[in-house]
Each structure stands twice: as C-alpha cells, then as structure tokens.
C-alpha cells in the first residue's frame, strides 16, 4: 500500500483564494519533491525538499517540509486558472529505499 | 534539447499477451525510471536503470521488467497481460547519478496500454 499519503484528494477553489495540500508518511523521509500534472500531461517536477523544517517558495506557492520529515504541504495563494491540475508529493523512505507517490491532490479553479 | 520520448503512445492489447514499450531519455541523461498511473493506485514505481543496471525495483510482480541499453534508451516488457494492467505507463528520465527519486525526473508523455 502507500505509504506516503496526501489530503485533501480534491480541491475546488475560487479563483483568487489560497489552499494547501497535505503529504503525509508513517516513516521517515529522506527527502520530498513535488510533481503537476496537468489533465492529460505528465508530471512535470516543481521542488525538492531535503532538510529539516525547510521551506522553499517559488512565486505563489510555498513548500514546506516537516521537523520530523514525515509531512510537507504545498501552500498557493491567490490561486490562478493556471494553477488547474494534479500535485503529487513523492519521497524516498528511508526504512526501505523505496520512491513512494502520494495520490494527488487534484485541483479545479472556480473562476 | 528533445525532452522524453516514448513509444508507441497507445497500444491496446489482450489478456495473456506480452508488450514491450520504449522510453528515449533525455540526451545525456543515464538514469532512467518506470511508473505506472492508474486511478486506483496512482503512480507507482516500477524500476530504475542507471548505466545498463536495474538499480532499484518497486513491488511489482516478476512480469514486469526491463533493460536498458548502452545509449541509455530503455524498453519495459509485461509479459502474460492482465486487465489490471490497463495503466498510464510513465518513464522519466535524470541526469544525477543519484537515485531516482533524488534529482528532477523529466516524465515523458506516457504509454497508455489497454487490456482486453
């Protein structure tokens, strides 16, 4: 089964608000990236996280990766049409080196 | 520079079938990943080559496998298809000679295979 798993599995949104998507594992990360995938693309790589608490922004959106390396979240404000797809996080466990994917969260924009 | 190519990008096929599917990386880029993508179960890991070697495997049963060759294109085989096999199969491709999973992967447009 999956261990890294992600919330919420949808997430419909006004143009022009903030959310936030939630990755979460039982085990230690060694590390976490972030994926979109927009509808009928492929997954195209956004960020990787490494360290400890670290926080990475790229324009609107902020990743964040947890104390403990189990957690990150994705944070994007003042969501565009643009922002439209899926966001998978993905990361190495550590207590098997395995490269786990969470579901997605997928996204739709009100405009 | 030529992002990830894969052939062919549709294939239907039959139970009990084998199919065989194509990933070119990026040019310089030796490392090179297999997932598979369905609804149910989302992406998953398949494998991972990296200089011609399988250097890491995901949960998936002895019918699926791989090679890489020395110009670091790569091909999948499913032998014996199910229907559960219907799925977006995605490779990427890295240029870190790190594990796949530790440098940006560049996913290529997928093979969509159905199973009759």
Not at chain 2, 15 to 38: A, E, K
Not at chain 2, 85 to 105: H, R, V
Request: with cysteine.
């Amino acid at each position: 089964g999956q261990q890294v798993m992600q919330i919420p599995q949808y997430q419909h949104v006004q143009e022009g608000e903030d959310f936030t998507t939630y990755c979460n594992s039982s085990t230690t990360l060694s590390n976490i990236q972030w994926y979109k995938q927009r509808p009928g693309g492929h997954p195209v790589f956004l960020i990787q996280l490494v360290k400890s608490g670290e926080v990475k922004k790229q324009k609107r959106l902020t990743f964040q990766f947890g104390e403990a390396k189990k957690n990150s979240s994705l944070h994007i404000t003042a969501t565009q049409t643009t922002d439209v797809g899926t966001y998978f996080c993905a990361g190495w466990t550590s207590n098997d080196y395995k490269l786990s994917f969470g579901a997605g969260t997928t996204v739709t924009v009100r405009a | 520079k030529a992002g990830v190519t894969q052939t062919p990008r549709y294939l239907i096929k039959t139970r009990g079938q084998q199919v065989t599917l194509s990933c070119s990386p990026i040019s310089g880029h030796r490392s090179v990943s297999w997932y598979q993508q369905t609804p149910g179960q989302g992406l998953q890991f398949l494998f991972e080559y990296f200089s011609e070697t399988q250097r890491n495997k995901g949960n998936f049963p002895g019918r699926f496998s791989g090679r890489q060759f020395s110009n670091s294109r790569s091909e999948m085989n499913v032998s014996t298809l199910e229907l559960g096999d219907s799925a977006l199969y995605l490779c990427a491709s890295s240029f870190n000679e790190g594990l796949a999973g530790f440098s940006e992967q560049f996913f290529g447009p997928g093979t969509r295979l159905t199973v009759l």
